[in-house]
């Protein structure tokens, strides 16, 4: 990518993380989720009536721009000094989807293709009945199952604890979709939304800014096509300083990231000071997603 170009995207994305950074609905949603504590200081969150603004500071748009202050303190410090995570906040998840869209347009996603899926669960017995929304992103696990099985070595953790695909290196062969527990992983068919119509729409050959590099879809030889797919954290987000899509997008306020290794970042925080599961924990994958319940 040209001087001038990667100026100008780098410009591009500064003003929407800016943008992004709006006020925030607060929805508790209950939640029955399995939970296993991460500290035993339970009480003290307790005191604070649930709210998570109040037992950090300030409303969930400072928290934002907290947050994004602490990616861009991690992004000067070496890759393997840093471990990124996420922390969902069930009881806030409205189950609208925000998060699903805005992934799909920032990662030019296709067809069959979602990164942020939001699982919807009806718990409960008729007529003290609820819903649970469950947002599933990669788990990017500490002991990551996709890249043992991988034959060729496409798929491995990045030193800051990311695990990515390469595409150049990928063959298609999908154990790795096998591998995942938490049914993450998916194959790009070359699909476009506009199949069938008598032109290709213009949305569906926008190229994907996926892992520091610009992914067309004109030569499915240098494109996704034929590969696995996940979710990479918004790795090119955080090369700018930025929160990934999802985090900037949702509308209430359910998502917190940043960098465990900092004991000051808000992640370090909410995972060290909260009532905090992760899915599948018996499968001892040490998911870098952990769920407020």
């Keep these: 990518m040209g001087k001038n170009k990667k100026e100008n995207r780098r410009n591009f994305l500064s003003m929407l993380g800016t943008a992004a950074l709006g006020g925030a609905i607060l929805s508790p949603v209950l939640s029955k989720a399995a939970n296993t504590a991460l500290s035993s200081n339970v009480t003290e969150i307790k005191n604070f009536e649930g709210r998570i603004e109040d037992f950090l500071g300030g409303d969930y748009t400072n ?12 992004m000067k410090k070496p890759a393997k000094e840093r471990k990124w995570a996420m922390a969902i906040d069930l009881r806030k998840c409205v189950g609208c989807n925000a998060c699903t869209v805005a992934c799909i347009s920032e990662n030019a996603l296709p067809p069959g293709i979602v990164y942020r899926p939001v699982i919807k669960d009806e718990i409960g017995t008729y007529p003290n009945v609820s819903k649970r929304n469950t947002p599933k992103p990669c788990m990017h696990c500490e002991n990551p199952p996709c890249t043992d099985v991988c034959p060729v070595g496409a798929t491995f953790k990045r030193e800051d604890g990311i695990v990515v ?54 030569n499915k030889h240098d494109s996704p096509i034929g590969n696995v797919r996940k979710c990479t954290f918004c790795a090119h987000r955080l ?32 995972v060290s000071k909260l009532n905090v599961s992760v899915l599948k924990e018996e499968f001892g994958t040490e998911p870098k997603v952990f769920y407020i319940t």
């Design 63 to 74: 928290i934002k721009l907290r947050m994004q202050d602490d990616v861009r303190r991690a």
């Design 165 to 218: 695909v390469d595409y150049e290196a990928c063959i298609g062969c999908r154990y790795c979709m096998t591998a995942c527990p938490y049914e993450h992983r998916m194959f790009d068919f070359g699909e476009h939304y506009s199949d069938g119509l008598p032109a290709v729409a213009a949305y569906d050959e926008r190229p994907s800014f996926e892992y520091e590099k610009e992914w067309t879809r004109e």
């Design 239 to 270: 090369e700018e300083g930025l929160l990934p899509e999802c985090v900037t997008t949702c509308i209430g306020g359910a998502n917190y990231f940043g960098d465990l290794n900092d004991p000051d970042s808000v992640i370090a925080k909410v």
